[in-house]
């Protein structure tokens, strides 16, 4: 069984920080890509940041020189540091992570958490 959990949302003036982790437990052989995706009230999940397991990282429009994504394959952790917050970036944030369980697994599979909000206010 593999875990992902996330953890570090709150509350947070505008102009504030934050940082989100995401750490995946469990039967885990190796990471592919990580990323984060939130979703705010009525309206659908969106891609946030997402980092490979060599260290490429690659950012959304929105939070690009804001947000930095970053991951410890050695504890199979994944980071989001979340600076200058705006109103907009409220919502609960995913983390993601593509599993093999094995060595011989042909591809790795999708796993979610279950999220962390994030409410930041003007």
């Known amino acids: 069984q593999v875990q992902v959990v996330e953890s570090g949302g709150d509350l947070v003036q505008a102009g504030g920080s934050l940082r989100l982790s995401c750490a995946a437990s469990?039967?885990?052989?190796?990471?592919?890509?990580m990323g984060w995706y939130r979703q705010a009230p009525g309206n659908q999940r969106e891609w946030v940041a997402s980092?490979?397991?060599?260290?490429?990282?690659n950012y959304a429009g929105s939070v690009k020189g804001r947000f930095t994504i970053s991951r410890d394959n050695a504890k199979n952790t994944m980071y989001l540091q979340m600076n200058s917050l705006k109103p907009e970036d409220t919502g609960v944030y995913y983390c993601?992570?593509?599993?093999?369980?094995?060595?011989?697994?042909?591809?790795?599979?999708?796993?979610w958490g279950q999220g962390t909000q994030v409410t930041v206010s003007s």
């Open positions: 980092v490979h397991k060599g260290g490429t990282t």
């Open positions: 469990g039967s885990i052989f190796s990471i592919d890509a």
């Open positions: 993601n992570a593509q599993i093999r369980s094995s060595g011989s697994a042909p591809y790795a599979l999708n796993y």
